[in-house]
């Protein structure tokens, strides 16, 4: 089924698996924050939100202090981090790449690369200060909720709110198909706290394969019932009459999209249209290509795969406006012992799969995609006597793509390395961290949360998350 029989067969009901939209009230109920001044985007944004459970390291993105860092830390950090050593993978703008034997990166070669063609931004001060508790728990919630405040709803349920509220669509909410996405499941940045939103907007959960992970058919028990099921349920809900007609049509409706799904984005599709490299040679290949075919060849990883949908997904998709997608696959980024090298190996797959993800939005000319990776917290630079490092506050944030909106009216530049750090703490102790300089750009992370509001339209999201959008455009390059 193509996509515009599929929406001409929806009519107007929603994609929700459950029910259609129209058995809810379309305005958004409870509250968003009186004053919330809205101007729809000249270019609809398209956001798909990483994020990394467990606190990741700084240092792929900024080892600018690491000699002072290892002439204080508990342990020593291996030679490759010594700029000074000629095997050393320190990268010009100081980040973690390869050895001179092209071991032990973090993908700071790649970093090198995205911040040179103008791909990426990396803000090194994202800076916990306004409570500074350091407990995932906290942390993760109030970063995927934008805001200090862990009753609040999430990131993605507040973005929805507005919209549904000033829809900039330019079509009925019931005819958007798979508006919200998630890769990961169930996840705080969909809290609903106190609000509810049209179930057109509720998020719809796949995986790499665009399977539904909470469809009766994945259930071992019962999904190969799945016939017997659905014939029941439609059976019951027509013995009730027209009261029930409109669940009776949600039945329909749910098959529909599973249909549309699989027709358009199963994982066999998606790898058959990926796209090529417009400058590919046999001769030197792109490393990220077919030798052969100059195809785009993502990481065969649970985390490339899932990128790879994502991607894809908004790609083919204009109607959905935000993904959220987290880390599963690279492992979790609490670090606390033998951190160097499965930090940096995630690190290195991370970059490599965002590598990709640009290459995809560039050669299929999506530039209005944006991709956003943070965590929870930062760590401490020392190197622990387990070999590695404890929670911090300072992390790194790192935007890729969206180029549309790289313009002073949107408020975006790309290609920049911003805030200077140094180091803070007891020689020799285990709190030991980097810490903005005086005078250094800095934000809290909820400071993100405004950026995302702003791309799609709200002009004063620091009502919504108590901090400023980042400034994207008037903060002093770093960049060497």
């Known amino acids: 089924m193509k996509r515009r029989e599929f929406l001409k067969s929806m009519g107007l009901f929603g994609t929700t698996v459950a029910m259609p939209s129209l058995l809810w009230n379309q305005s958004v109920r409870a509250a968003l924050p009186d004053g919330i001044n809205y101007l729809a985007p000249a270019i609809m944004p398209q956001v798909v939100n990483i994020f990394l459970y467990g606190g990741p390291s700084e240092l792929a993105g900024n080892l600018t202090n690491i000699t002072e860092i290892n ?87 507040t973005l929805t709110a507005i919209l549904a509220q000033h829809n900039p669509f330019g079509k009925p909410l019931d005819d958007l198909v798979l508006p919200v996405v998630s890769f990961e499941g169930n996840s705080k940045i969909f809290n609903l706290g106190d609000l509810e939103i049209p179930l057109v907007l509720r998020p719809i959960a796949l995986d790499a394969n665009f399977n539904n992970p909470y469809q009766r058919a994945s259930n071992n028990e019962i999904g190969i019932y799945d016939d017997e099921i659905e014939a029941l349920a439609r059976s019951v809900s027509s013995a009730y009459g027209a009261k029930h007609q409109r669940v009776n049509d949600a039945f329909v409706k749910r098959s529909q999209l599973a249909d549309f799904i699989d027709t ?25 290509t077919d030798a052969v075919t100059g195809k785009l060849i993502y990481p065969d990883t649970n985390f490339g795969n899932r990128l790879k949908a994502a991607i894809s997904l908004a790609i083919n998709n204009p109607d959905t406006f935000f993904i959220n997608l987290g880390s599963g696959g690279l492992g979790g980024w609490d670090d606390h012992s033998d951190a160097l090298g499965n930090y940096a190996n995630r690190m290195q797959n991370l970059m490599a799969a965002l590598r990709c993800a ?105 009502l919504l998350t108590g901090e400023a959008a980042i400034d994207e455009v008037g903060t002093a390059n770093e960049r060497i």
């Open 71 to 157: 002439a204080n830390s508990q342990n020593p950090y291996p030679s490759y981090l010594d700029p000074a050593d000629a095997n050393s993978g320190v990268t010009p703008n100081g980040f973690w790449g390869p050895d001179s034997n092209g071991n032990n990166s973090a993908g700071g070669d790649i970093m090198e690369t995205l911040i040179a063609d103008g791909d990426m931004s990396i803000y090194r001060t994202i800076n916990r200060v306004a409570d500074d508790n350091k407990g995932h728990g906290r942390s993760v919630t109030q970063n995927l909720v934008g805001n200090l405040l862990t009753t609040n709803p999430g990131i993605g349920t």
């Open 264 to 288: 358009n984005f199963n994982r066999t599709i998606v790898d058959n249209n990926l796209p090529v490299n417009p400058n590919h040679d046999p001769l030197a290949p792109d490393p990220d």
């Open 358 to 462: 640009v290459k995809h939005m560039k050669w299929t000319a999506s530039n209005n995609i944006v991709i956003n990776v943070f965590g929870d917290f930062g760590r401490n630079v020392n190197l622990n006597n387990a070999g590695g490092w404890d929670h911090g506050n300072n992390q790194n944030f790192y935007t890729v793509g969206g180029w549309a909106l790289d313009n002073p009216e949107q408020g975006r530049k790309l290609g920049k390395i911003v805030g200077v750090t140094e180091r803070i703490g007891t020689p020799f102790q285990n709190r030991q961290f980097t810490s903005p300089v005086n005078g250094s750009y800095q934000c809290e992370p909820f400071a993100i949360a405004s950026t995302i509001y702003k791309y799609f339209g709200v002009q004063n999201p620091e």
